[in-house]
């Protein structure tokens, strides 16, 4: 009776603990986005404040994996954090300038052109311009995410982040920088055009990276009905399965209004599969693996022997 007891006890504390560790995580990804935009140095303590959450992710994921076989190696940690620090370092900093410069151009030319960008609500208060540029910078990800997966050209560089054969913390960042900039275009323009002020961008820069760390985590959580509005571990788990029914589903990368307007929101009440990769072939390295598109074998190689390139494919 004793070892019953002892058995059922971990099990009701792991349930709690697999309930409260997603909203709990993602509310100090908020609180941790908050207090750094405050401080004198906002980079510098955000970037803080990310390794601090992925550190306790990564803790998590051996405390309370989801799945057991994904905490062995696959030999891809090295070029997973340096996809990570690539896209992170370099295209952050393109976007940076980028935003720089239109709003420069924006300032002088605005007097001018009467363009509109002054179609942005700023007299709401800044969570809620945050949640409209949410939904907005969305749309550009959605259309971003699925184009990626229904267009050969774009799918050659999207593999990249679907040829993992296990999901953690490390593979968060885990995209081509072609893929992470077509994603930032797509999304921040529609922001630029309507004028968004710069905390938006910062905010939604925020939430869409404590978000990726938390979708991609291998930990037991049960997220219930938030799987209706936010982009969870569960629902991203079936986005890469290997099958096209539920791999070409679920694209939003923080919530899935558009998943659920546009009929590509998928949430099965069976487990998802732990199988996961591509049909195709990537390359081992880092270096490899950012030239591999662009050439045209790299590109065969990528999309695999058995898959069209004038048809849609699939994360396979």
Not at 199 to 214: E, K, N, Y
Not at 297 to 312: F, M, S, V, W
């Amino acid at each position: 009776m004793q070892n019953i007891t002892a058995d059922r006890r971990p099990g009701w504390g792991r349930r709690s603990a697999a309930i409260l560790i997603w909203p709990g995580l993602y509310a100090l990804g908020l609180l941790s986005t908050y207090l750094a935009l405050g401080s004198a140095q906002p980079l510098l303590w955000f970037n803080v404040a990310y390794l601090s959450v992925a550190i306790i992710i990564g803790i998590l994921e051996r405390v309370m994996p989801h799945e057991a076989s994904w905490l062995d190696h696959d030999n891809q940690t090295v070029a997973d954090l340096a996809h990570t620090l690539f896209n992170k370092g370099i295209v952050q900093i393109i976007a940076a300038i980028a935003t720089s410069l239109t709003m420069m151009t924006a300032t002088v030319v605005e007097p001018k052109l009467a363009a509109p960008l002054q179609f942005w609500p700023g007299d709401w208060p800044l969570a809620a311009q945050v949640v409209l540029g949410v939904v907005i910078a969305e749309l550009g990800l959605y259309i971003a995410h699925r184009a990626a997966h229904e267009f050969p050209i774009v799918w050659r560089f999207h593999a990249l982040h679907h040829s993992v054969e296990r999901l953690w913390v490390v593979n968060t960042g885990r995209f081509h920088i072609v893929d992470t900039a077509l994603m930032i275009a797509l999304s921040q323009t529609p922001l630029y055009l309507l004028g968004a002020p710069l905390p938006v961008f910062l905010w939604i820069s925020g939430i869409t990276a404590f978000t990726g760390l938390l979708t991609h985590c291998n930990i037991a959580v049960r997220t219930g009905p938030l799987d209706l509005v936010f982009a969870t571990p569960g629902l991203h788990r079936w986005h890469h399965s290997k099958i096209l029914a539920e791999g070409n589903r679920n694209y939003g990368e923080n919530i899935v209004l558009w998943d659920l307007l546009f009929g590509t929101y998928f949430n099965h009440n069976r487990r998802p599969p732990a199988g996961i990769g591509i049909q195709g072939q990537i390359a081992a390295g880092f270096v490899g693996q950012f030239l591999q598109p662009f050439t045209a074998r790299g590109a065969r190689q990528i999309l695999g022997t058995a898959a069209p390139e004038a048809e849609p494919i699939s994360p396979r």
